[in-house]
């Protein structure tokens, strides 16, 4: 159950442009904005973060970021952000077999070397204490450039964030986030836990 309940977007009149966004990104407003707009600059500056981080001059592809973000708030257990990484990703046409196979990304042929690594230092920043060694960075500068490793670590602490926004606000989860989690990864892999509606 949540802590502190989702509020209809409608209150807040000057966040409709990034409630629009939102649905554009996702296909539904998520209950952590709805929640978050009792300090509308909040959601303002979340917003800044998550343009800045997929940038749309950006040299990393949108759709792997959401795989990073998927990642990172894996390892530091946000089933919220888990989920809304997955209709994220969907969004951004990543595949679901793709989606499905993140779990053995370390030997899926679906995955290059390149991505393995960003997803091994995703696990590694995600986790608290951060565990990213400096074989791990040199591995990382091995396939990334400095500015990509920049936006893949942005994308990785705006998540940060998010994840410790909704584990401690117990933020519920939209149905379309927990079908879309449920279709691709089973319940094997996943489960919404106290962010179930």
């Given at each position: 159950m949540?802590r502190?309940?989702?509020?209809?977007?409608?209150v807040?009149?000057?966040l409709?442009?990034?409630?629009?966004?939102y649905?554009?990104?996702?296909?539904f407003?998520?209950?952590?904005?709805?929640?978050?707009?009792?300090?509308?600059q909040?959601?303002?500056?979340?917003?800044?973060?998550?343009?800045?981080?997929?940038?749309?001059?950006?040299?990393?592809?949108?759709?792997?970021?959401r795989?990073?973000?998927?990642?990172?708030?894996?390892?530091?257990?946000?089933?919220?952000?888990?989920?809304?990484?997955v209709?994220?990703?969907?969004?951004?046409?990543?595949?679901?077999a793709?989606?499905?196979?993140?779990?053995?990304?370390?030997?899926?042929?679906?995955?290059?070397?390149?991505?393995?690594v960003?997803?091994?230092y995703?696990?590694?920043?995600?986790?608290?204490?951060?565990?990213?060694?400096?074989?791990?960075?040199?591995?990382?500068?091995?396939?990334?450039?400095?500015?990509?490793?920049?936006?893949l670590?942005?994308v990785?602490?705006?998540?940060?964030?998010?994840?410790?926004?909704?584990?401690?606000?117990?933020?519920?989860?939209?149905?379309?986030?927990?079908?879309?989690?449920?279709?691709?990864?089973?319940?094997?892999?996943?489960?919404?836990?106290?962010?179930?509606?």
């Amino acid at each position: 159950m949540a802590r502190i309940a989702p509020i209809d977007s409608a209150v807040t009149p000057e966040l409709q442009a990034a409630f629009e966004g939102y649905k554009k990104i996702l296909g539904f407003v998520p209950n952590s904005v709805l929640i978050m707009q009792r300090r509308p600059q909040m959601v303002f500056a979340l917003g800044q973060l998550i343009g800045a981080a997929w940038a749309p001059d950006s040299t990393v592809d949108a759709g792997f970021k959401r795989l990073v973000a998927y990642m990172a708030s894996h390892a530091a257990g946000c089933q919220y952000c888990v989920a809304h990484q997955v209709s994220g990703a969907l969004h951004l046409n990543v595949s679901e077999a793709k989606l499905a196979a993140i779990w053995e990304y370390e030997n899926s042929p679906l995955y290059s070397e390149k991505e393995r690594v960003a997803l091994e230092y995703a696990r590694a920043a995600g986790t608290v204490p951060n565990a990213v060694s400096d074989e791990l960075f040199d591995r990382l500068k091995s396939h990334w450039s400095e500015e990509q490793i920049v936006e893949l670590t942005g994308v990785i602490a705006v998540f940060g964030f998010l994840n410790r926004f909704n584990d401690s606000l117990a933020t519920p989860l939209e149905p379309e986030a927990i079908g879309d989690a449920n279709r691709v990864l089973g319940r094997a892999h996943w489960s919404p836990g106290k962010h179930a509606t």
